[in-house]
């Protein structure tokens, strides 16, 4: 399904993620968007979530046994758009699986061969469903913390990029913050991997790095770099080769 910074494609960040995370640990990734990352990690206890209610009330949905829909039409799409009742899946599903880009509620996505969005989000959903077995799906903010009584072994974070637009309206993101709550949350002991384009202000190590085109158009030959960061504050453990 179509989601605007969804991880399609990413088996080098879920491999490194299986390879660090402890046996018996527990995963948490508190920007779990479309959950492409945590339905492939191998771990017996995985949290994940996310403020932006449509996306995670779609997953839970799907998790619980919810059909999507094989076709909707624009009219459709434009009632649920001026709706936008945030409980209701098919929010989600409308918003991000049928909108350009899968940016959320920016226009009925349409191409001129007639591609059936509909369809293909709800196939791509269904697919998922088995893999998204058993993952501790929650509405919440990172700020808000964890909400367990233990420290998870591993957190994974996909934040909103330093110089792009949170995801389905939010107003803005505090990188400084964020970064500051990584910090804090390596000190309470576990391992804290981000992805960015962007080193912070805080001591970190690269994991993994991969450099792409920045635009789909061929005559666009301006690239940029992802990187998968490691926090290293106040650790003589060191995983990642520097920048």
Avoid at 115 to 139: I, N
Avoid at 145 to 170: A, H, M, N, R
Wanted: proline letters at 5%; a positive charge.
């Amino acid at each position: 399904m179509q989601y605007i910074g969804g991880k399609n494609g990413c088996g080098d960040i879920v491999r490194i993620i299986n390879e660090l995370l402890p046996t018996n640990g527990s995963y948490w990734e508190p920007f779990v968007g479309a959950g492409r990352i945590i339905q492939n990690v191998k771990c017996k206890k995985r949290y994940g979530s996310d403020l932006h209610e449509p996306i995670i009330k779609l997953l839970r949905s799907v998790q619980e046994g919810w059909l999507p829909p094989s076709k909707v039409s624009e009219e459709e799409y434009k009632k649920w758009m001026k709706k936008k009742d945030e409980s209701h899946p098919m929010v989600g599903f409308c918003g991000h699986g049928l909108s350009f880009g899968g940016r959320f509620f920016q226009g009925y996505a349409r191409n001129a061969e007639e591609w059936c969005y509909a369809s293909s989000a709800r196939c791509s959903l269904l697919a998922q469903k088995p893999f998204l077995a058993g993952v501790d799906l929650r509405v919440r903010d990172y700020l808000s913390g964890f909400w367990k009584d233990f420290q998870p072994s591993l957190i994974y974070c996909d934040p909103p990029y330093i110089g792009t637009k949170p995801v389905g309206g939010e107003t803005s993101f505090c990188h400084e913050s964020f970064w500051n709550w990584c910090v804090e949350q390596h000190r309470k002991g576990s391992l804290v991997l981000v992805s960015e384009y962007t080193k912070p202000n805080v001591p970190v190590s690269v994991v993994w790095q991969k450099t792409m085109q920045r635009k789909l158009r061929s005559k666009d030959s301006s690239v940029k770099t992802e990187y998968l960061f490691s926090l290293d504050v106040g650790t003589k453990r060191k995983v990642g080769f520097g920048l």
